[in-house]
């Protein structure tokens, strides 16, 4: 009953019923598989987001070896102890289509600083997980950093997907936080989910929906306009507020 209750509240709708008057969800009228997000770049005024190459290692390794506590919670890859290392998997990782990995780069060094990927992607029911990010030192706490993750949360709802996921260890506070700034709602934590690394994952699950993406898409293009930082680079109004101000426009 707590779950119903909680659901409908979220979705603020009445409660339909079929005709043995038990409740059921929203009609989805029309509803078709959508496509798959592709291996594509995305430009923004701080950031770029490009599949990731070959091109990107000298980079990647540059930006990742001074902090080696990225790679913490990262289940898939790292720490890269050389160059060659890095290359290896980046020779592996570029074009696979389960799991699209892409570069982060920094529009006015134009060097790339950070990674993320598409994964469990389900074209199906139209949705996929962002994942595998890592973010280096440089590109941590940046107008660039919020700028990758809308352009690509932007990509896939502008495609059709219905739910955009985070997922991340529930001890990785750093990535939690993240997820609930950039607008994601906290869904609960699945226990003992996940083993690596030798150790226990318990999973904290957020989500971003297609009826919510509308309102946020227009905070996010209001943070990342130039006038929302003085002279120092510090922002003005703080995302969390313009996510609340566009909401209730809606």
Known sequence: ?????LYFIGHKMTQRVNEFSQPIGPEVPGWKEVPHPGHVSMTGRYARVEPIAVNHVDDLFAAFKDDPSVWTYNRGYG???????????VEGASGVDEQPYFAIINQDTNKAV????????????GLLEVGSITFSPHLQRTRAATEAMYLMMSHVFELGYRRYEWKCDSLNEPSCRAAERFGFTAEGVFRQAIVYKGRNRDTA????????????QRAFKAWLEPSNFNAE???LTKLSALRETHAQAA
Do not use: C, H, V
């Not at 720490?79 to 998997?89: G, N, V, Y």
């Open 205 to 216: 699950w957020f989500s971003i929906l297609d009826s919510e993406w509308p309102a946020m």
């Open 233 to 235: 680079g510090q922002q």
């Open 114 to 125: 950070g990674m993320a990927s598409y994964m469990r992607i389900n074209q199906a029911q």
């Open 1 to 5: 009953l707590k779950l119903q209750f």
């Open 79 to 89: 720490p890269f102890e050389t160059p060659e290392s890095l290359r290896e998997w």
